[in-house]
């Protein structure tokens, strides 16, 4: 059973800095894509960032281009959502995904193929 696992979420006041982990249980990392979504309260999940390892191409939501760095440390089978200069409409649950396989879109949630169980971050003002 793939399992992803996130941590690294918490409270922050604006301005702030927090780094996301996503961790695979019991096995590597695959090696075409992860992303990152969140989903705020009464809102729907949202694309934050993704990135096809091979090629090292990164995709980023224009709300965060600039502030929040997607990256992976092969050594400890980890992503990581570097998020900087926060925001309070930053406040969500973020969920790291991974597809093993091509997809055109990597801001579309429903390519994914597993998800971790979500991380709150809230941000106040």
């Known amino acids: 059973q793939v399992q992803l696992v996130e941590s690294g979420g918490g409270l922050v006041q604006a301005g702030g800095s927090l780094r996301l982990s996503c961790a695979a249980s019991?096995?590597?990392?695959?090696?075409?894509?992860m992303g990152w979504f969140r989903q705020g309260p009464g809102k729907e999940r949202e694309f934050v960032a993704a990135s096809r390892w091979s090629g090292g191409s990164t995709y980023y939501a224009d709300s965060v281009k600039g502030r929040f760095t997607i990256s992976r440390d092969n050594a400890k089978n980890t992503v990581y959502l570097q998020m900087n200069s926060l925001k309070p409409e930053d406040t969500a649950v973020y969920y790291c995904?991974?597809?093993?396989?091509?997809?055109?879109?990597?801001?579309?949630?429903?390519?994914?193929?597993?998800w971790g169980q979500g991380t709150q971050v809230t941000v106040s003002s």
């Open positions: 019991g096995r590597t990392l695959g090696n075409y894509a």
């Open positions: 995904a991974e597809v093993n396989r091509f997809i055109r879109n990597l801001g579309n949630a429903g390519g994914y193929d597993y």
